[in-house]
């Protein structure tokens, strides 16, 4: 046992620092009424309707998020993988380049090119919710490349084509019936952080859409106005990045290692 | 030469040539549209003053001592946490691994770590307020024990306690990134050290060290850039108020403080330019680290 205090040691110092504001949190949450513990301030949390209203709208952008990116990543990344091997270092290269400019910067950078004249597209709802998206769609491009890349390496892409062609079938039936389910598990991963990414965003949504359309901005108002929802918040928030984590493991990669995301 | 034939079969039937392009297409062009012209735009201003003529006088304006403290915060709080989160990860990363701890408890620090270190910007400052602020658990636990936090010079709203939280979502990271490094640690090499007549800090120096130094250092880079592009933790928690580089950015953005386009283009020019050296840097030590895994 002696022999093994150290690593107990770390690991405890590890496991305190990991639980004590959890902890901490939970019980400030169920503080909101004086004197006694009560659910409180997550009742009050839910009958805001901008919660709801706000998650809803991080939520749909979410999936909206990681269709696109299936959309633009699948295709490009078969043909690649198929006909195009001497280009894949510089798509790799491009995959990377969201992570050397912070999420302050791009939303800077797409202000001054996209929301002044001769574009002006933030001044539609759509525009700028298109804005918002491809904003997303650079964050996440990262997680969901590396996701459809590792995929692909995983089957036998050359054989899986020339089967459905001599079968007779077209491209559009090979990517939707062939490829996509075979690569299903591993895009599943780069989705689920995606989905991570988006709800948790404030950058981009707070400078694009002000303080109060998405979830992550939303909070960060609740925090300056109010003590104990902003718990109860967190600690919802935490069971759902908990869920997202276990389910990551479940498909089989215990490494998420996130950092283009919301810091 | 699967590869050689693929290239000669499409050159020869034009139209395969032309779904290419029609499938890498898209991809460059959203690249080009949504992430270098973005960039490219900030850092071709950078280099432009208001009326539009080529300057390098967004740079000197840099010498601007409100600039030079948000930088140097920027770089010390990225830089601190960075070693913190690297040694107490790395420790964890030991102790799970090499440690000889049951393999539930190696299986659960990875779940945490991989929680820990997604749950970061809002929540995560929420969290660190509920713990340690003004009227948090711990901070009332200690007044009651006599122990007064805010009395005693800490401020959860200042640097330390910025780094207090940024190690949060960092030690974690660095657990995940040193895991697999430890466990390409070879039982032979321990072996042959013993047989060669080594001791355990012998080998630990001699043997095991150097193989891991790329991989710390990838680590520790990686948590580098981990907290220097960081915004949303430090903007929750303190309002935006906190003079650090991202925070300048962004009330330039808000129209809050400097009035001055110009600068702010320069600032998220040095922002680009340190990521880029911190990315690469990690890239290449990382391709070192894994040639010991790959082996």
Known sequence: MLRRFWPWLWVSLGVLYFFLPIYATFVFSLKAKKGIFSFIAYERVFADARFGASFLFSTQMALLTIFCCMLLLIPTLTVLHLFLRRLRPIVEFVALVPFVIPSV?????????????????????????????????????????????????????????????????????????????????????????????????????????????????YLAEIGRARAYEPAAITVLSLLMTWGIVMILQLLGRNTTTTIAGPR | MANGAAQTWWRQIEWRRVGVSLTVGPFLLFAVLFMILPAGSLLIESFRNAQGQWTLANFADM????????????????????????????????????????????????????????????????AFVATLGRTGIITALLAQLGINLYKNGFNLYSYAGLVLVYVYFQFPLMVLVMTPALDGLRREWREASAILGANTAQYWWHVALPILTPAILAGMVLLFGNAFGAFATAYALTGGTFTMVTNVIAQEMSGDVLHNEALAYALATGMIVIMTITIGTYTLLQRRAERWLRA
């Open chain 1, 105 to 217: 910067v791009l939303v800077f950078g797409y202000l001054r090119v996209f929301a002044r004249p001769p574009l002006s597209l933030t001044n539609t709802t759509l525009g700028t919710y298109g804005l918002l998206l491809a904003g997303y769609m650079v964050l996440s491009m990262p997680y969901m490349y590396r996701s459809i890349d590792a995929g692909l390496r995983a089957i036998d892409l050359r054989t899986l084509v020339e089967a459905s062609q001599s079968l007779g079938a077209g491209w559009v039936t090979i990517f939707v019936r062939v490829i996509f389910p075979n690569i299903r598990v591993a895009v599943l991963n780069g989705s689920f952080v995606t989905f991570a990414i988006v709800i948790g965003e404030l950058t981009l949504a707070r400078f694009m859409l002000g303080n109060a359309v998405a979830f992550a901005p």
């Open chain 2, 63 to 126: 010498n601007d001592p409100m600039i030079i403290e948000a930088y140097a915060m920027s770089l010390r709080i990225s830089f601190t946490t960075a070693i913190i989160g690297a040694i107490l990860g790395l420790l964890v990363a030991y102790a799970i691994t090499v440690g000889g701890l049951p393999h539930g408890i190696r299986t659960a620090i990875l779940t945490f770590s991989g929680v820990a270190s997604n749950f970061a910007g809002v929540p995560l400052a929420f």
